[in-house]
C-alpha cells in the first residue's frame, strides 16, 4: 500500500487531501509513522521525530493515528489477496507477499493479477496500492518500491542482475544507516 496510514486518513478526512500530513504522536517524543506524498518533497518520512519533520515543513499537519480503521482497511485487502492466492506471506499491515505461480483464476501473467489486485484495492478501498513482481521475495520487495506511488514494477529473471547491478545498495531491503 502507498503511504498507508497517511492514504487513510486523506481518504477518510477530505479537508486533509492534497496536505503536507504526518500520521504519529504529536508530542517531544512522537515519531512519524507514515508521511503522506505531499509531504515527502520535504523530507518528511516514517520513522523521523515529529520535531524533526515539522523543522523541515513548518505547515505539516500531524494526526492522531486510528489503528483499528488501519486494521479494517487491511483486512479488506487481504480479503482480495485471498481471491488470488492462499499463499500471501504478510510482512506488516500494509504489506504481503503472493506466490500467484499457481493462482485461484488461472490467470497466466503475474502482472495481469496485479493489475486486477491493483484496480480491486482502488474500487473496494479508494486507495492505491504498489505491486513489484519477480521470481524472489528479495527482487519483489524492492520492485515494489521502485515505481511508488501506485505502479507495478516486473524484474524478469534474465534482467535482475542488471536491474540490482543500477541501484544504490540503500534501495535493497533490509540496509539501513547502520547496515
Known amino acids: 500500500m502507498d503511504a498507508f496510514f497517511a492514504s487513510v486518513e486523506q481518504r477518510d478526512n477530505p479537508g486533509l487531501r492534497g496536505k503536507p500530513i504526518a500520521v504519529g504522536f504529536d508530542g517531544p517524543r512522537g515519531v512519524v509513522s507514515t508521511a503522506s506524498y505531499e509531504a515527502r518533497p520535504f523530507g518528511v518520512h516514517s520513522a523521523m521525530s515529529i520535531a524533526m519533520a515539522k523543522r523541515r515543513c513548518p505547515h505539516l499537519i500531524i494526526v492522531k493515528p486510528h489503528f483499528e480503521q488501519y486494521k479494517a482497511v487491511s483486512h479488506q485487502v487481504d480479503e482480495i489477496f485471498h481471491e488470488y492466492t ?81 541501484l544504490p545498495v540503500e534501495d535493497f531491503w533490509g540496509v539501513g544507516p547502520k547496515t
Open 86 to 166: 492462499d499463499l500471501v506471506e504478510p510482512i506488516s499491515i500494509d504489506e504481503a507477499f503472493l506466490d500467484v505461480t499457481e493462482n485461484k483464476k488461472g490467470i497466466d501473467l503475474a502482472v495481469d493479477i496485479a493489475r486486477e489486485i491493483k484496480q480491486k484495492i482502488r474500487e473496494r478501498t479508494s486507495l492505491t496500492a504498489s505491486a513489484g513482481i519477480s521470481y524472489n521475495k528479495f527482487l519483489a520487495k524492492i520492485a515494489s518500491d521502485y515505481r511508488k506511488p501506485d505502479g507495478i514494477c516486473t524484474v524478469h529473471p534474465d534482467r535482475a542482475l542488471d536491474f540490482i547491478a543500477h
